[in-house]
Structure formats: structure tokens, C-alpha cells
């Protein structure tokens, strides 16, 4: 059973735990993290989740993401959440979200990162990921508009593009 922390509408922590999954009280907030990792190309590394996954099963999606576990930082669980899926060790230290969305059930925080992987040196864990491979923003956008792609609004996609190599960019 995976625990999260809980939060307040201000991401005050509530001192509580609960189940990942399990219906949040009133002004209960968890954090989930979401890995954008762009080359020196500017293009995006996405990822086909599994078909097992019980949320968007098959469906295109940034890097990597995933819950905040309970005891863990935000940054913690970006590092944790893109080695379990990608396998790769990727060192965040020092690196904020370059962006935090709410979301009905809590906060969304986007890392954005510029590294040139080779698909290779990917290990993809089979039970959340089917494949993995390099996209550009228009490529994406029609996936979306073809319902392949998890349903971000369009603009924050290219939000996501523009933001790189701006404040918050980690090139590590």
C-alpha cells in the first residue's frame, strides 16, 4: 500500500498520511511529480505508459511521473520516480519545479531538465512503461488531438517547450 503525505490548500504539510488511491478529506492534497526531460535538440522524451496502468493505460505522456510517497520531497521522488521507469540515475540536487499545477486532488510539479539520452541507455520498467522515444511539440500536439497522448491542455504543452532553457532549467 503506498502512503502520501497530506497537505493543505497552501501545500502546508497536515502532519496526516493516507493511501495513494484512497478518497482525500476535505482540504486534503497529495504531490505528484511529472519529469520533463528535453535534448539538446529540443525535443521531448515521451513515454507509452503500460496497458496495465489503471489510470491512462496505453495513453503518451511526458518522461516520467509519479506519486510523492510519504517521507519523501518532491525532488526526491522525481529522481526516484524517472530511475524506476527510465533507468536512469538522474541528480536533481539544488533543483526546484520549474512549475506547480493544482490539480482537484493536489499539486503537480513539473521538473524540466535538458539531457541528451540515448533511448539505449532506457530500461523501462515493464509494468509502467511500453516504449519510450523523442517527440517535438507539433508531433505531440496531434497526439493529443488523436487522443494518444494523456489530455494536458495544449497550451501547457507548449508552455512545458517554452520554458526550457528559462529559470528553474536543469541541465545536469
Same mark, same amino acid.
Given at each position: 500500500? +503506498?502512503?502520501? /503525505?497530506? !497537505?493543505? *490548500?497552501?501545500?502546508?504539510?497536515?502532519?496526516?498520511?493516507? *493511501?495513494? !488511491?484512497?478518497?482525500?478529506? $476535505?482540504? *486534503? !492534497?497529495?504531490?505528484?511529480?511529472?519529469?520533463?526531460?528535453?535534448?539538446?535538440?529540443?525535443?521531448?522524451?515521451?513515454?507509452?505508459?503500460?496497458?496495465?496502468? &489503471?489510470?491512462?493505460?496505453? @495513453?503518451?505522456?511526458?518522461? &516520467?511521473?509519479?506519486?510523492?510517497? @510519504?517521507? $519523501?520531497t518532491?525532488?526526491? =521522488?522525481?529522481?526516484? +520516480?524517472?530511475?524506476e521507469?527510465?533507468?536512469? &540515475?538522474?541528480?536533481?540536487?539544488?533543483?526546484?519545479?520549474?512549475?506547480?499545477?493544482?490539480?482537484?486532488?493536489?499539486? /503537480?510539479?513539473?521538473?524540466?531538465?535538458?539531457?541528451d539520452?540515448?533511448?539505449? *541507455?532506457?530500461?523501462?520498467?515493464?509494468?509502467?512503461? =511500453?516504449? =519510450?522515444?523523442? =517527440?517535438?511539440?507539433?508531433?505531440?500536439?496531434?497526439?493529443? /488531438?488523436?487522443?494518444e497522448?494523456?489530455? !494536458?491542455?495544449?497550451?501547457?504543452?507548449?508552455?512545458?517547450?517554452?520554458?526550457?532553457?528559462?529559470?528553474?532549467?536543469?541541465?545536469?
Amino acid at each position: 500500500m +503506498e502512503m502520501v /503525505d497530506l !497537505y493543505d *490548500e497552501n501545500r502546508l504539510p497536515l502532519g496526516r498520511t493516507a *493511501e495513494r !488511491y484512497a478518497p482525500k478529506g $476535505e482540504g *486534503e !492534497y497529495r504531490v505528484v511529480v511529472h519529469i520533463c526531460v528535453f535534448d539538446s535538440r529540443g525535443r521531448l522524451l515521451i513515454q507509452q505508459r503500460s496497458r496495465e496502468k &489503471a489510470v491512462w493505460p496505453e @495513453a503518451w505522456d511526458v518522461s &516520467a511521473a509519479g506519486g510523492v510517497d @510519504a517521507g $519523501e520531497t518532491s525532488r526526491q =521522488a522525481a529522481e526516484r +520516480e524517472f530511475r524506476e521507469e527510465l533507468g536512469v &540515475a538522474l541528480d536533481l540536487t539544488g533543483v526546484r519545479p520549474s512549475c506547480t499545477v493544482n490539480f482537484d486532488g493536489g499539486f /503537480d510539479d513539473f521538473f524540466l531538465v535538458e539531457r541528451d539520452l540515448g533511448l539505449e *541507455e532506457l530500461t523501462l520498467q515493464k509494468e509502467e512503461v =511500453a516504449r =519510450a522515444r523523442w =517527440a517535438e511539440l507539433p508531433e505531440i500536439l496531434d497526439m493529443v /488531438d488523436r487522443g494518444e497522448f494523456i489530455d !494536458y491542455p495544449k497550451s501547457f504543452l507548449a508552455f512545458l517547450f517554452d520554458m526550457r532553457g528559462t529559470f528553474g532549467f536543469c541541465t545536469k
